[in-house]
């Protein structure tokens, strides 16, 4: 019954510090299985979905030494299971990463469907494909477990049917110790593609070409220790770019990488937002009507589909009709009924929605659909006339680390609270 309490009508202003990325930090984390020392691990974000990545590993057999919130050293070695079980699988959708790592160094691994947020059909068919290609078997799935093994990884070359992070991901956990060289075409080019590529070189790896859509994998025998630290987070940085926007706000973004909110910060300049670029920061400020605009995502460098809900606020808000396409997910639209509870003007056909601005959003109770859809709804709470309820609020705390303290500190009104599980008679809110 934990939920967020937001009252809106207030200017964000102020600074905020971006904490390392969540979609890193979940890849990375599994990649440590194939060391052979011990890692020492910076800038974590401190977020539910780290805090499953960590209980998995130590459940493996790993030992873990937390330095402090953001930092942690892990000693893979006296990983002895290569199961994954489904307690903790079911909490994440990268738990399914733990399956290229574990083949890469045992050469089995055994994982539950992953589970994470609802918004479509999630296949892990090319994760699988990829395996296959490096010569592993995969068993028939039994008891919602995913079995995978081989005698030994050759590399081979790899061609994606569609652009898949996970995949991706996947296959180079895989590759980075098979015999010869891997190819994957067709390769998700996001920046934590490029963050795990930078700590398996890091640890010894000889991984080329991340950032395009080929890279190429030369085995090695073994990966050794390492210390890094995670890029900043791109939707982090990304959710209080369009916090301060939708609010009329003007805050400075610290702890970013500007290059990786390019096609954020073009959407938000075609809106009428101001946003000024430093070297590790970003200003953004509105002080004129948000102008509409039409917005589709797309594999990056195009518009991320995990900014697809945060921008729809301001495309609620927008001076007339605002055209918003999803091209990666099947369902990512489920929010849109929250929305409307609010007093937002939005139309779903299918994988398009049309938004026809309103003049402002009134206060509703509401819940986070996913996680990103999640932090759009305390942003909707914040422009809203009236306090905001939201629950279930465990989807927002998987990816954002502090929420309550960031926000307030931008001056927004927002605490979390928890009420007792009969406290409002058994309906939902």
């Known amino acids: 019954m934990d939920r967020y309490i937001v009252s809106g009508g207030g200017r964000l202003t102020g600074e905020v510090g971006i904490s390392g990325a969540k979609n890193a930090a979940v890849a990375i984390l599994p990649a440590v299985v194939l060391s052979g020392d011990i890692c020492r691990i910076e800038n974590l974000p401190n977020i539910a979905d780290v805090s499953t990545s960590l209980d998995i590993l130590s459940m493996l057999g790993a030992q873990i030494r937390r330095i402090n919130q953001n930092t942690v050293e892990i000693d893979p070695r006296?990983?002895?299971?290569?199961?994954?079980?489904?307690?903790?699988?079911?909490?994440?959708?990268?738990?399914?990463?733990?399956?290229?790592?574990?083949?890469?160094?045992?050469?089995?691994?055994?994982?539950?469907?992953?589970?994470?947020c609802n918004f479509g059909v999630r296949p892990i068919d090319q994760h699988l494909k990829g395996f296959t290609a490096l010569g592993a078997c995969v068993s028939p799935?039994?008891?919602?477990?995913?079995?995978v093994t081989t005698d030994r990884l050759v590399g081979n070359s790899i061609y994606l049917d569609a652009v898949s992070v996970g995949a991706t991901v996947n296959i180079m956990l895989a590759a980075v110790k098979a015999r010869g060289a891997t190819v994957i075409e067709n390769a998700a080019k996001e920046p934590h593609i490029v963050d795990l590529a930078n700590f398996l070189n890091t640890m010894g790896a000889d991984v080329r070409g991340a950032g395009t859509d080929v890279i190429k994998i030369r085995g090695v025998e073994q990966l050794t220790g390492a210390v890094y630290s995670i890029i900043p987070d791109q939707i982090e940085a990304g959710t209080f770019m369009a916090a301060a926007a939708a609010t009329g706000g003007d805050v400075l973004i610290r702890n970013v990488i500007p290059k990786h909110l390019?096609?954020?910060?073009?959407?938000?300049?075609?809106?009428?937002?101001?946003?000024?670029?430093?070297?590790?920061?970003?200003?953004?400020?509105?002080?004129?009507?948000?102008?509409?605009?039409?917005?589709k995502t797309m594999p990056h460098p195009g518009f991320p589909t995990d900014m697809q809900p945060q921008i729809a606020i301001l495309l609620s808000l927008a001076d007339g009709t605002s055209i918003l396409t999803e091209t990666v997910w099947d369902?990512?639209?489920?929010?849109?009924?929250?929305?409307?509870?609010?007093?937002?003007?939005?139309?779903?056909?299918?994988?398009?929605?049309?938004?026809q601005g309103v003049s402002r959003l009134t206060a509703a109770p509401i819940k986070a659909t996913d996680l990103r859809a999640g932090m759009a709804m305390i942003i909707a709470g914040l422009v809203a006339r009236g306090t905001t309820e939201i629950e279930d609020i465990f989807h927002i705390e998987r990816g954002y680390e502090d929420v309550e303290k960031k926000f307030s500190a931008l001056g927004a009104n927002i605490r979390r609270v928890t009420l007792p599980d009969n406290a409002l008679g058994g309906q939902a809110v």
Request: charged share 25%; proline share 4%; with cysteine.
């Open 262 to 295: 390019e096609s954020i910060t073009a959407k938000l300049m075609e809106m009428g937002v101001e946003v000024e670029e430093y070297d590790d920061a970003v200003r953004v400020v509105r002080a004129e009507p948000i102008r509409h605009c039409n917005v």
């Open 78 to 116: 006296p990983i002895c299971s290569t199961m994954v079980p489904h307690d903790l699988a079911r909490r994440m959708r990268a738990s399914s990463y733990f399956i290229g790592s574990l083949l890469g160094r045992f050469g089995t691994a055994r994982v539950s469907m992953p589970g994470g």
């Open 141 to 147: 799935m039994e008891q919602g477990m995913i079995e």
């Open 331 to 355: 369902n990512r639209f489920r929010y849109v009924e929250e929305l409307r509870r609010m007093g937002a003007q939005v139309q779903v056909d299918g994988k398009v929605a049309v938004f």
